[in-house]
């Protein structure tokens, strides 16, 4: 009987920690105090977007982005003009981080993790982290 119990509750918490989905970020997002945004939009094989600020009444593009579904797989990619020589970089989501989506790129020099943390439906966490977990964090309200 104790088996038994053990093996429900297992299967109740297993169940309970549904993977977040990247299907939460489309929206437009603004960083807490400034005016800076990213903006994501779905399209048939999954998310497209782009960071951008406002400085003196003109949006000024920072960086590219996607997410996209592939071989079973999610990957996040960035594109930073004046980075890595314009190379876009992959992340890949770790599945096994259920509660946030955490997207990875061991090999990159930094970042190698970029996390999106739910803390409501209108707001997450966003850390931005180097192999040695340091970085910086911020937050995003959806507008």
Same mark, same amino acid.
């Given at each position: 009987?104790?088996?038994?119990?053990?093996?429900?509750?297992?299967?109740?918490?297993?169940?309970?920690?549904?993977?977040?989905?990247?299907?939460?970020?489309?929206?437009?997002?603004?960083?807490?105090?400034?005016?800076?945004?990213?903006?994501?939009?779905?399209?048939?094989?999954?998310?497209?977007?782009?960071?951008?600020?406002?400085?003196?009444?003109?949006?000024?593009?920072?960086?590219?982005?996607?997410?996209?579904?592939?071989?079973?797989? +999610?990957?996040?990619?960035?594109?930073?003009?004046?980075?890595?020589? =314009?190379?876009?970089?992959? @992340?890949?989501?770790?599945? *096994? !981080?259920?509660?946030?989506?955490?997207?990875?790129?061991?090999?990159?020099?930094?970042?190698?993790?970029?996390?999106?943390?739910? +803390?409501?439906?209108?707001?997450?966490?966003?850390?931005?982290?180097? =192999?040695?977990?340091?970085? @910086?964090?911020?937050?995003? *309200? !959806?507008?």
């Amino acid at each position: 009987m104790k088996l038994f119990t053990l093996l429900i509750l297992f299967v109740s918490i297993t169940a309970c920690q549904a993977q977040v989905s990247y299907k939460i970020l489309e929206g437009t997002w603004k960083i807490e105090g400034k005016e800076k945004y990213e903006v994501w939009e779905s399209d048939n094989s999954g998310l497209t977007g782009s960071s951008y600020g406002i400085k003196d009444g003109a949006k000024r593009t920072t960086e590219t982005l996607e997410i996209k579904e592939e071989e079973g797989k +999610v990957i996040y990619r960035a594109t930073v003009p004046n980075q890595n020589n =314009g190379a876009t970089i992959p @992340f890949t989501l770790n599945a *096994d !981080k259920a509660e946030i989506l955490s997207f990875e790129n061991p090999e990159h020099d930094f970042p190698t993790q970029i996390i999106y943390e739910p +803390v409501s439906d209108s707001r997450v966490l966003v850390k931005v982290l180097g =192999g040695d977990g340091k970085g @910086f964090s911020y937050y995003m *309200d !959806k507008q």
